[in-house]
């Protein structure tokens, strides 16, 4: 199984809005609503910041947001934050009952 | 609130096997859950590894299958992981997660240990 194909980068100042791709195949991402999506600043363990495509867990803030449109899903940041600098990496559940993880994408805040 | 915490050798040499334990505290390893581990070579992404649920049901990645075994002792609450014929490139952190497989998310995580493979 190849991984999700996240950009490498990304960056925006204070305040603006970023988007995270992660395209995969039907057989991952275009099939299944099991995608999800985890922040990991340097040293950590990794977050869980949005499942099942667009739900936040509790504690997570209402600038993230998630959504679907046939095999790639989006991250967006709205109104970015210092804190949000961090590596975020998606993941889906596959048709072969494993799971994917994408490349992963730096957030870089100006 | 579960909690999940890796333990194992730092160090293994090459050809050999990893082993790794990841205790649960604060749920049981045998609710309605299944329990995974990730791996996340030193600036790189992560890489799932593989799942067991408490009945010893196994899933795991088709490129890592022929090496990996993960069981688990639900009298101790935690599961384990090995990796066999092990190279530098197995040289990674090594999460484990609790995985809820219905919904395909992974939270919480334990912090991670890292495992170095050298001679």
């Known amino acids: 199984q190849s991984a999700l194909t996240q950009p490498p980068s990304v960056s925006g100042s204070p305040g603006q809005s970023v988007t995270i791709s992660c395209t995969g195949t039907?057989?991952?991402?275009?099939?299944?609503?099991?995608v999800s999506w985890y922040q990991q600043p340097p040293g950590t363990a990794p977050k869980l910041m949005i499942y099942?495509?667009?739900n936040r867990p509790s504690g997570v803030p209402d600038r993230f947001s998630g959504s679907k449109s046939g095999n790639t899903a989006s991250l967006t940041i709205s109104g970015l934050q210092a804190e949000d600098e961090a590596d975020y990496y998606c993941?889906?559940?596959?048709?072969?009952?494993?799971?994917?993880f994408g490349t992963g994408t730096k957030v870089t805040v100006l | 609130q579960v909690q999940l915490q890796e333990s194992g050798p730092g160090l293994v040499k090459p050809s050999g096997t990893l082993s790794l334990t990841c205790a649960v505290s604060?749920?049981?390893?045998?609710?309605?859950?299944?329990w995974s581990w990730v791996r996340q070579p030193p600036g790189k992404g992560l890489e799932w590894i593989g799942e067991?649920?408490?009945?010893?049901?196994?899933n795991y990645n088709p490129s890592l299958k022929s090496r990996v075994t993960i069981s688990v002792d639900k009298s101790k609450n935690q599961f384990s992981l090995k990796l066999s014929s092990v190279t530098a490139a197995d040289t990674a952190v090594y999460y484990c997660?609790?995985?809820?497989?219905?919904?395909?998310?992974?939270?919480?995580w334990g912090q991670g240990t890292l495992v170095t493979v050298s001679s």
């Open positions: 039907s057989s991952d991402v275009g099939s299944y609503n099991r």
């Open positions: 993941s889906s559940y596959t048709s072969s009952s494993t799971y994917v």
């Open positions: 099942e495509v667009s």
């Open positions: 604060g749920g049981s390893i045998s609710s309605s859950n299944w």
């Open positions: 067991i649920y408490h009945s010893g049901s196994t």
């Open positions: 997660a609790r995985d809820r497989r219905a919904a395909g998310w992974f939270d919480p």
